[in-house]
C-alpha cells in the first residue's frame, strides 16, 4: 500500500509540473483528490487493509493528499505569476487601478466539518461507508432493537413511503448493512443524510446529517470508547478539551450513554454559549447491544463492539459558532463566503 500511495504521488508530481496551463492543473486535481479520485478511492477502499496497519496507511494518505494540494498551489501560482506579467506587457492601460473581485466558491461548513471528521476517524484506521437514504424499515428499527409498536418509535417522526419502505432517520442503519456481510473486525463511520418530520427552527430541520460510527471486535470495552471519543473531541475542539459522559438509553446500546465536551469558548468557567453550566452535549454513544450483534449473525459471545452517532451540523454549529441552522441551507453568499 506504501508503494501504491507514493507511486500516486509521484505520478501526481510528475503531472503538475509537465502541466502547461492551468485547466490541466484542475484535471489533475480531480483525478487524483476528486470525489471519484485515487486518493479517495484508497480511503474507500480501507476496509482491505489489515486493521494494524489502516491508522498508518491513513496518516500517509492524508501526507500523499497535503504534499499533492501543496504542489498544485504551488504551479497554480506560478502560471497566475506568468499570466499576469504576459497582461503587464501587452496591456497600456493601469491595471494597478481597483477594480470588482470576482465571486469564487466556497466550501460549505458541513463540507469542512465533515471532511475533518472522516481525517480524524480514518487516520483511527477506520473506514467510511455510504448507505441508502431509502431504507427498509427492517434496517431503520428492527434490526437496531426497536420492533414494531416499539415507544421509540414515537420519538422519531418518520417519512414512511410505504410500510416497508421509508426515508432513514439515522445513519446507523448503514452499520447493520456492513455487519451482515459478516466481515469482522468492523471500524467504520458511516455519514450521511438523514430525514425527520420537524418543523423548520434555528435547531431543527427535516433534513440534516449524521456520522455514525461502529467498532466491532474481541475483548471491546467502554473505556476503548471513550478513549476514542475523547481523543476525537481533542481533534475538533482543541487540545485542552476535557469530556464527561452521561447515562442514557438507545434501544440499540447497552449500556448508553450521552457525551459532553467541556465548552471551549470560555474553558469549562460558564459563559452564553454553554448556557452558564461549562458543558456542551455532542454525540451519544454505547455498547452494541447483543440483539442487534445476533440479528446480524454476529456471535455476541465472541464479539462486542461500540457505536456512537454525531450530528454533523451540530459540529458545525458549535465549531464555527453559528447561532441559526437555517443559515447552512439559505445558501447566502455572505453567509457561506465567511468560510
Same mark, same amino acid.
Given at each position: ?39 479517495? &478511492? ?17 496518516? @500517509?494518505?492524508? *501526507? ?42 466556497? !466550501? ?16 483511527? +484506521?477506520?473506514?467510511?461507508? *455510504?448507505?441508502? #437514504? =431509502? #431504507? ?42 456492513? %455487519? #451482515? ?10 455519514? +450521511? !443524510?438523514?430525514? !425527520? ?17 461502529? =467498532?466491532?471486535?474481541?475483548? =471491546? ?13 481533542? #481533534? ?12 442514557? $438509553? ?8 450521552? %457525551?459532553?465536551? &467541556? ?8 459563559? !452564553? ?13 454505547? %455498547?452494541?447491544?447483543? $440483539?442487534? @450483534?445476533? %440479528? ?16 454533523? *451540523? ?26
Amino acid at each position: 500500500m506504501k508503494e501504491k500511495l507514493q507511486k500516486i504521488m509521484d505520478d501526481a508530481l510528475e503531472q503538475i509540473n509537465g502541466s502547461k496551463e492551468l485547466d490541466k492543473l484542475n484535471e489533475i486535481r480531480v483525478s487524483f483528490l476528486g470525489k471519484k479520485g485515487e486518493l479517495t &478511492s484508497i480511503l474507500k477502499s480501507m476496509k482491505e487493509v489489515a486493521p494494524e496497519d489502516r491508522p498508518k496507511v491513513g496518516q @500517509l494518505v492524508n *501526507e500523499a493528499r497535503a504534499v499533492i494540494e501543496e504542489k498544485l498551489e504551488e504551479k497554480k501560482q506560478a502560471f497566475a505569476k506568468a499570466i499576469r506579467e504576459e497582461k503587464m506587457k501587452a496591456e497600456t492601460i493601469d491595471v494597478t487601478l481597483p477594480a470588482k473581485k470576482p465571486m469564487v466558491g466556497h !466550501r460549505h461548513p458541513n463540507t469542512i466539518a465533515l471532511e475533518e471528521i472522516e481525517r480524524i476517524f480514518v487516520g483511527m +484506521g477506520y473506514e467510511v461507508v *455510504e448507505g441508502p #437514504e =431509502v #431504507e427498509y424499515d427492517y434496517y431503520n428499527f428492527e434490526a437496531l432493537n426497536i420492533p414494531a409498536n416499539h415507544p421509540a418509535k414515537d420519538e422519531q417522526d418518520t417519512f414512511y413511503i410505504n410500510s416497508d419502505i421509508l426515508l432513514r432517520t439515522q445513519t446507523s442503519s448503514t452499520q447493520i448493512h456492513e %455487519m #451482515e456481510k459478516g466481515k469482522v473486525p468492523i471500524r467504520m463511520i458511516a455519514p +450521511g !443524510r438523514v430525514y !425527520r418530520s420537524d418543523e423548520v427552527d434555528a435547531t431543527h430541520s427535516p433534513s440534516f446529517h449524521q456520522v455514525e460510527g461502529l =467498532v466491532i471486535d474481541k475483548n =471491546v470495552t467502554f473505556a476503548d470508547l471513550k478513549g476514542t471519543l475523547a481523543e476525537f473531541a481533542k #481533534e475538533i475542539f482543541g487540545p485542552e478539551t476535557k469530556v464527561k459522559f452521561r447515562p442514557h $438509553h438507545f434501544p440499540f446500546t447497552e449500556p448508553s450513554a450521552e %457525551m459532553d465536551v &467541556s465548552c471551549f469558548k470560555c474553558g469549562g468557567k460558564g459563559c !452564553r454559549f454553554c448556557k452558564g453550566s461549562g458543558w456542551i452535549e455532542i454525540l451519544g454513544c454505547g %455498547m452494541v447491544h447483543p $440483539h442487534v @450483534l445476533e %440479528m446480524s449473525k454476529i456471535d455476541p459471545e465472541e464479539y462486542v463492539g461500540f457505536a456512537f452517532g454525531v450530528g454533523l *451540523e451540530r459540529i458545525a454549529l458549535l465549531k464555527y459558532e453559528i447561532d441559526d441552522m437555517r443559515l447552512l441551507y439559505e445558501n447566502d453568499t455572505r453567509f457561506l463566503k465567511q468560510f
